[in-house]
């Protein structure tokens, strides 16, 4: 009885210790909890898990740890319910579900860190848990917000200065500021830069950065005859004034801004109106619209005031930028609403200011200072605009939403477009009734044959229609402000069921902007674009530069172009960077000046020559002490072959794209839409962009995955690309093609039609050796002229020399 008797005291002295008497203890219980635990049960908590909690987990997971790990506070019932980052630490009554003990075990992470717990502790959360957690603990989780303030100082978020020129000791060398800075920290290292390039090498080199296209053979012979630096200028005006430069600096921005035709992931749709995206970047380059309006008209171009229709079509079409990413079509619809607002944050902070703010959705950003209050109040912005690209929604394999324009005058076509879905989803809508009859009927084969009649010519129905839709009516992707903007509330972990505190629409913290006031009425959209493309923004300009720099010179400023937060690398030439970006705003956000000057650069003109003593002491060439050998893009290889072949038509496709079927992009099946590109002559900037689905030759050559952000292109050199070259169709039929272009130019001397072959292609003559042994290839006896030539012009497609610039 006495032993019994300690025990019950025992048990009550463990109950006080908890902070309550026996009935507070059930009531506190039963407010965290949705059962009662007995004294028995809250006893097992304070002798066996609380010690153990106190012991080993409450300095990196509690309120007074100085920085908590994960999120995740383990001083509360609340907290480990809640959990962290990783989800709730424990699911009362599942110790299997639960991933405190799995952390214990070692089995995923490894808690705590320093040694494993002995496994009669680990058996008792077990126990524990399987029991429902008894936890008398009734604190709230205070979740500490960021101090952003210490983040300031980060040399990003500082505003770019106007550096003076550094001293160098070779005066005569430096032809623009640039080379300056180039030059000094070259001569702080004891190196020199290599000579300038050759003539016909800086032609061909520049030719291709500027237009995506080789040099003319005229061009190359004139530059020859008299190359100095007056007419080298005059050569990059009139490339800078040339429709190809929009055309090729287009596909560098499209890259960025992840530019697909389809919405990929679960259902892929395609977007039927991308282009007109896409065409309107590339007129808008072409014009040089300064880029401060480039970024305002993309974000809230909807938003600007229009002086006619035709101005505020164009200013609805640049918002695409914000409504062709892409989407998952199934699920819970403020799931994918907040997966688009994602995107769009994503898209914008990547593309025009190099960070991640996409990063703090579901906790404060592990690396930068943006905490999670600042994601919200930016997705509050989004989530007060509405993105209408046409697929909101998907019915019987068909997608149905709202686009952003329509022309006034198509209201005819938008007419018997609308009649042509309905028909089409009635068809479909009896396809499907019909299938599920025939199942029923499988053991009935007399009634199944007449089914199977019926869905034959429903069938046939179905194709006809599909391969005869109507002309489609003037439309745009883009955006508009709903009529209710409002803010939101932070979701925790980023789940749309677990809200927190509600966050005012605002910007970034760190830059001062979380304060920015929004009108009430307006989704805060026009008020973010300008205060991105402001000139006080300090890492705008200093993005763009870097992203203009590192297409020039093969490597940026910052070489993680996407990303200028504490996880990218530093500037190489810092003081460079800030006065480019300076000098870059107070002449207007030009970028075609921009690259003029960079191009005139001798930084920019010199030769790619390998140094040994150079090389050993910067094997990157981060200093720039040459030109870095360059492997052109997909784009450029092909358009490049279409080019010398004669083939290449300048103009874009009328209305668009050679995608411009409407339905769900499938491998096999109906509404079947030719991908590859071949066959078609137009510049590769408009071959389809279906996601999942790209042309074999961007798979083959690293071009850019419309899924994501494309900062820089990784540059691969495999098996598959030489195989490509030599085999592909498409490729021979080119090359068959420049193959008669070079009979009809040169029809009777074989040595003549070799070196118009070689300046054609190369941008250069060949040299003895070259000339000798292209003859003898070409007077094989048993081979026929036609296929020697073929096989001669292919040859020079797959040399290395016509797939880089040096």
């Not at 008497?21 to 949705?34: D, L, N, R, Y």
């Not at 058996?123 to 008894?134: L, N, Q, Y």
């Not at 005006?237 to 596909?251: I, T």
């Not at 990929?264 to 590339?282: E, H, I, L, Q, S």
Request: glycine fraction near 6%.
């Amino acid at each position: 009885m006495r032993r019994k008797a300690l025990a019950v005291l025992g048990l009550w002295i463990a109950v006080l210790a908890a902070g309550v008497g026996p009935v507070g203890a059930q009531t506190q219980a039963k407010k965290s909890s949705p059962r009662r635990f007995s004294p028995r049960q809250i006893a097992f908590f304070e002798q066996r898990i609380r010690p153990v909690l106190v012991k080993h987990c409450y300095k990196c997971h509690s309120q007074k740890a100085k920085e908590v790990q994960g999120e995740l506070y383990l001083d509360t019932r609340q907290g480990l319910l809640e959990g962290g980052q990783s989800g709730p630490a424990i699911v009362p009554g599942k110790p299997e579900e639960s991933l405190l003990l799995e952390a214990l075990r070692w089995e995923s992470l490894e808690m705590p860190p320093e040694e494993k717990l002995p496994e009669r502790v680990i058996r008792d959360f077990e126990r524990w848990i399987r029991m429902g957690a008894p936890d008398p603990r009734t604190g709230k989780v205070v979740r500490k917000k960021m101090d952003v303030s210490q983040g300031r100082t980060y040399w990003a978020f500082q505003p770019p200065r106007k550096w003076p020129l550094p001293q160098v000791r070779d005066s005569s060398w430096p032809s623009d500021p640039v080379d300056y800075f180039i030059l000094a920290r070259l001569e702080a290292a004891g190196l020199r830069p290599v000579e300038d390039a050759d003539p016909a090498t800086l032609i061909r080199r520049v030719s291709f950065d500027l237009t995506g296209l080789p040099p003319r053979p005229e061009d190359v012979e004139a530059f020859l005859a008299e190359p100095t630096l007056e007419n080298y200028a005059r050569y990059v005006d009139r490339l800078l004034a040339s429709v190809e430069f929009g055309q090729r600096w287009a596909q560098h921005w499209l890259d960025v801004a992840r530019f697909g035709e389809s919405t990929g992931k679960d259902v892929n749709f395609t977007y039927p109106y991308a282009w007109r995206y896409r065409d309107w970047v590339v007129d808008a380059l072409n014009q040089d619209k300064p880029f401060d309006r480039f970024i305002v008209e993309q974000i809230a171009g909807d938003l600007l005031p229009a002086r006619n229709e035709a101005e505020r079509e164009k200013l609805i079409v640049a918002t695409g930028f914000l409504a062709l990413g892409p989407k998952t079509l199934v699920g819970p619809q403020e799931q994918r609403l907040m997966d688009t607002v994602d995107d769009q944050i994503e898209v914008t902070f990547t593309a025009f200011m190099g960070i991640t703010v996409h990063c703090a959705r579901c906790h404060d950003h592990k690396f930068d200072p943006i905490p999670t209050q600042d994601y919200y109040a930016i997705a509050g912005i989004f989530r007060s605009s509405e993105t209408l690209d046409g697929v909101a929604r998907v019915r019987r394999n068909v997608a149905e939403g709202r686009f952003a324009y329509t022309s006034p005058q198509d209201q005819e076509k938008l007419k018997r477009y609308q009649q042509f879905r309905q028909r089409l989803l009635q068809l479909q809508k009896r396809e499907s009734e019909l299938i599920r009859q025939r199942l029923r009927l499988r053991n009935r084969p007399e009634q199944a044959r007449k089914l199977d009649q019926q869905l034959r010519q429903l069938r046939r129905q179905l194709r006809q229609l599909e391969q005869n839709p109507p002309p489609l009516p003037r439309m745009a992707m883009g955006m508009a402000d709903r009529p209710d903007p409002r803010d939101i509330h932070v979701l925790i972990r980023g789940e749309i069921r677990k809200r927190g505190e509600l966050v005012p629409r605002g910007f970034l913290s760190v830059l001062d902007g979380q304060q920015a006031p929004i009108p009430k009425g307006q989704s805060g959209r026009l008020q973010l674009a300008q205060w991105i493309a402001s000139p006080q923004n300090p890492l705008t300009a200093r993005v763009i530069v870097n992203r203009v720099w590192a297409h020039l010179f093969g490597r940026g400023l910052v070489p993680t172009v996407n990303n200028f937060g504490t996880m990218g690398q530093k500037p190489s030439h810092p003081k460079l960077l800030d006065r480019l970006a300076v000098e870059f705003v107070e002449q207007g956000w030009s970028l075609k000046r921009l690259i003029r000057r960079l191009v005139l650069s001798r930084t920019y003109r010199l030769s790619s020559r390998f140094d040994p003593r150079c090389y050993e002491v910067d094997p990157d060439n981060v200093l720039r002490w040459r030109m870095q050998p360059r492997r052109l893009e997909a784009e450029a290889i092909r358009d490049a072959m279409l080019e010398v072949a004669g083939l290449l038509q300048h103009d874009p496709p009328q209305e668009g794209s050679p995608l411009m079927r409407v339905g769900v992009v499938r491998v096999r099946g109906r509404l079947q839409v030719d991908l590859s590109g071949q066959g078609v002559n137009w510049r590769s900037l408009y071959l389809p962009r279906v996601r999942g689905h790209l042309p074999e030759i961007l798979q083959v050559f690293d071009g850019a995955d419309p899924s994501f952000i494309i900062g820089q292109r990784e540059v691969t050199t495999v098996p598959t690309q030489a195989l490509f070259l030599l085999n592909s169709p498409e490729v021979r039929r080119i090359a068959q093609a420049f193959a008669t272009r070079l009979q009809q130019e040169v029809p009777g001397d074989a040595q003549e039609r070799v070196i118009r072959a070689y300046q054609l292609a190369l941008g250069r003559a060949p040299d003895a050796g070259e000339l000798n042994q292209a003859l003898q290839f070409l007077h094989s006896p048993d081979t026929p002229q036609a296929q020697l030539w073929t096989d001669f012009c292919q040859a020079l497609f797959a040399s290395a020399e016509f797939r880089y610039v040096y």
